[in-house]
């Protein structure tokens, strides 16, 4: 009997459904980033194929039954969205010019946590747009091309010159966990809000969030809703902070990013 691709199986030999969710059809599933899993509670596998034609089901269903609703519900968010995009614009824009981020720092944290999704649509709809046309060769700047985060992460550490390998590990660890805590992955999603995310986030998280098996497979914001004794220590958090803040201002000075960032780390 053929596996269908939307089953797999984890090491205990649990069986999960696992949609991988089409780029084009990301708006249809804003609560999912860019895939829908789950455990379907057997190891047998004509049972897990039982079940997870249900979800399969289910996952068309979404896209084909409720199309127009949601397509409606897109569409409104993506205009809140691009209005506030707008705005953001308007304060990157004055904070390159004034170097006072105080203004952009009041807008952002009266943002919503609806509105913070609308931003992210309308930035993911952007991106979509922009990667449509092929881009002028005269007009390429460091913004208009992204280019994958951990590639340059790589080269960063290069750059660092001889170091030792604990150190090493560490800055990856501490890498990791600033776009696990961002969710993206190359430089044109780096913006304001995301670092300030990150910074906000970061205190609020326990320690070991990347080495405890109990958080490693679980999404940022379910660990944020888990009961946990202690958060990150002071010194955990600031060298977090400092290898996140020195990666910024280097992307900046290497001109990968037009806007340094690192200021706000």
């Known amino acids: 009997m053929r596996i269908p691709s939307y089953l797999v199986k984890n090491h205990n030999g649990i069986y999960y459904f696992r949609y991988v969710i089409p780029k084009k059809d990301l708006y249809l599933f804003p609560k999912n980033s860019r895939e829908f899993r789950r ?152 913006s304001v809000l995301s670092v300030r995310r990150y910074k906000n986030i970061l205190a609020e998280l326990p320690p070991r969030v990347g080495q405890d098996k109990k958080f490693i497979n679980k999404s940022i914001d379910s660990i944020l809703e888990m009961e946990y004794p202690s958060k990150l220590a002071f010194k955990t958090m600031k060298e977090n902070l400092v290898t996140v803040r020195s990666f910024l201002k280097w992307l900046s000075v290497q001109m990968y990013i037009e806007t340094d960032l690192s200021g706000l780390s």
Not at 81 to 110: N, V
Not at 175 to 190: G, W, Y
């Open 39 to 190: 455990s379907l509670k057997t190891r047998s596998k004509p049972e897990a194929i039982k079940r997870a034609r249900v979800y399969w089901v289910r996952m068309m269903d979404k896209k084909n039954q409720n199309l127009e609703q949601e397509i409606s519900t897109w569409e409104n968010e993506l205009r809140q969205g691009s209005s506030l995009l707008e705005q953001l614009d308007h304060y990157e824009k004055s904070y390159q010019t004034t170097f006072d981020p105080s203004d952009y720092e009041e807008f952002i944290a009266h943002l919503s946590n609806y509105d913070v999704h609308c931003i992210e649509l309308a930035t993911k709809y952007r991106q979509s747009q922009a990667n449509k046309d092929p881009l002028d060769k005269n007009t390429i700047t460091a913004s208009s091309v992204a280019i994958n985060l951990s590639d340059i992460f790589v080269e960063y550490i290069k750059d660092k010159g001889s170091i030792e390998p604990k150190t090493s590990e560490g800055y990856t660890r501490h890498f990791n966990l600033f776009i696990r805590i961002t969710n993206i992955t190359t430089t044109q999603e780096l």
